[in-house]
Each structure stands twice: as C-alpha cells, then as structure tokens.
C-alpha cells in the first residue's frame, strides 16, 4: 500500500456510537490491519448514532419497532456512505435485508452473562430485585428463582453499573464478552454457560456489507473466523425457525466435536414458570437437523410458549 493517499481510506467502517461498539470496530479495524498489512489510517470508523441508542427511558422490548440497532447503519450502507459495518450478532435482526450479508463474524469471545451483585444465582438474597431488560435473562431468574423479580434496566455497561450501585436493583446480568472488550474483567461472577446457556449469538461480533460489494466482502473473508461464523449462522437459522429474535425467552448453545456441531436450546415462558430444552447436532453445510430440532421444540411447547416469540406479536 505504498502509493495510497493516506487521506483516502480504504474501507469505511460503520459503527454505533457507544463505547462497547466502538471498541469492537477497533477489534474489527486491528484484525484488517493485521491481516492486510495496512496503516491503521486505512481503516475509517464512522460512528452512526442508531435509534436504539436514541431510547432511553424504556425497554427495548416494549417499543415494537424494529432495527433499532441497524436501520441507520443498513441505510449508509444502502447509500454507499460506508463499505461496511460492524454489529453485535446478538443484537442484530433475525431476518436481514436481501442487499446485505454477513460477511465476516471475529473469533466468538467468551459467551458467559456475568451476574453482578451476588456469587451466583442460588445466594441472591431471598427476594432479590434484579435488573433486566432481556426476555431470556429475566425468564431464566424467574424459572430458577421465583422469589426475585426482574426489573427493566438499561443504558451502557457503565450506566448499568451505576444504576446498581445507586441501588436501583441488587444485582444485573451483563455480557461477558462486552466487559471484556471494555477491560473491565473483574465485574461480576461468570455463570457456567452449560447451566445458564446464553443468547443466541452472544459474545459475536459480526461485519455486514453489500452482497454486490465484491471488493469489500474479498478484504472482509481475510478476518472471518469459520468456527464462529457456522455456530452463529447455526444459531441464528434455529432462532429464524423459531420466529424468534432477540426479545425471545430463548437460550441456546453451540459445542462443536470436529465438523459435527450440537446445539443446546431452551425455550421459556416470559414468566419464566415454564421451559423446555432440546438439542440437536449436524453439520454447518446443512441445516435440516436445525429444522428437526425446531419441529421438536414446536411439539413440545408448555402453555405461556407460543409459536411465536417475537415483537411482532405484541
Ligand atoms: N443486549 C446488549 C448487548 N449486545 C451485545 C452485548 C455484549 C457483547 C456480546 O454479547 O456480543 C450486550 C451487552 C450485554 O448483554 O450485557
């Protein structure tokens, strides 16, 4: 890259504004970098604020709007403002516009949620108030303890912390991957990730771009990571069959032993009374076992699952 203008990037990267996302499109332009012998200046962040980040005052879930973290970030791609962005695969939308495609998902962090405020969930005080904002966080507290109650909480990991220290709740969940892009490894216990299987998706950081984007999607390959890439394209086929997403009361998690991978699923009533759990295993170049394992879930669904689990239905 030796005749490059260093004021013209080559490849604009899309990202939300907040500090979890702009450290994670850092991780994204460091691993392009590495990998392609570039400057760092070759890499351009640009910070777009999403809608989601616009709400502060009310869970997510209750609002029924929907792409709330990547409708703006779709439309600069759309638009050609930026060749890429980079997304928390968690948080992103089960169904995708056509245009886009994931193409390149980073080394899948650690997937453990983290409990803040107590050692584990078994010595949270008889009771408890516990922050929550996620469906699937605030079903699985209430399905192992009905004593306690989930209450909405939101606001960046600093703000969270805040809250609980304010005493707005005595204990919250956070993502252990998220405090761990942001250094802040000593918060919280982890939970063991097979007694409380996390969130589809967790812990993945995923970069989308124009499927017609050829360029882009070649200097995207250099950084995909295929073990975490088939386990999220897995998971996120299951929650697509479920009609779930990410306000689903559902769990699941992927182990891998050679080409075969096994997934681990959960479903909850909100209230968390009720939860059925199978699994299923295949390979990643087809997904039909996926299909069976959700036909299996269907068939056993308790009263308070329903068919469908996402906003839409609200
Ligand atoms: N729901 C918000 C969100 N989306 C992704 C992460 C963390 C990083 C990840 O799981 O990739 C978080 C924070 C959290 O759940 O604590």
């Not at 490059?4 to 450290?23: F, V």
């Not at 960046?156 to 919250?172: F, P």
């Not at 882009?216 to 950084?223: Q, S």
């Not at 990410?246 to 998690?253: G, R, T």
């Amino acid at each position: 890259m030796t005749d490059r203008n260093p004021d013209t990037p080559i490849l604009r990267l899309g990202t939300r504004r907040s500090p979890l996302a702009m450290a994670q499109a850092e991780e994204t332009r460091a691993r392009l970098c590495s990998a392609h012998g570039w400057e760092v200046s070759a890499v351009e962040l640009v910070p777009v604020l999403a809608s989601g980040d616009k709400i502060k005052d009310r869970p997510l879930a209750d609002i029924g709007g929907k792409a709330l973290w990547t409708k703006e970030l779709d439309a600069w791609l759309a638009e050609g403002r930026i060749d890429a962005a980079v997304h928390s695969m968690k948080d992103v939308e089960t169904f995708r516009p056509a245009e886009l495609c994931i193409a390149a998902i980073l080394p899948r962090a650690d997937i453990a949620d983290v409990l803040v405020g107590a050692s584990s969930i078994r010595s949270l005080p008889q009771g408890a108030v516990v922050g929550t904002s996620a469906p699937r966080r605030a079903a699985q507290l209430l399905n192992a303890r009905p004593d306690c109650k989930a209450v909405p909480i939101r606001g960046n990991v600093a703000t969270r912390l805040a809250k609980l220290q304010a005493g707005e709740a005595d204990a919250t969940f956070l993502a252990r991957a998220g405090l761990e892009r942001l250094g802040e490894t000593s918060v919280g216990t982890p939970l063991d990730p097979e007694e409380w299987l996390p969130a589809p998706a967790q812990a993945a950081i995923g970069i989308e771009c124009r499927v017609d984007d050829e360029e882009t999607r070649e200097l995207l390959a250099a950084i995909d990571h295929r073990e975490s890439h088939e386990a999220v394209l897995a998971e996120r086929a299951l929650l697509a069959r479920l009609s779930g997403d990410c306000h689903s009361p559902i769990a699941m998690l992927t182990s891998r032993d050679g080409d075969r991978l096994t997934i681990r699923c959960a479903l909850y009533s909100p209230d968390g009374t009720q939860r059925i759990e199978r699994s299923g295993h295949g390979t990643a170049d087809d997904h039909g076992w996926i299909e069976d394992l959700a036909r299996e879930l269907f068939a056993n669904l308790k009263p308070g699952m329903t068919p469908y689990f996402g906003l839409e239905r609200a």
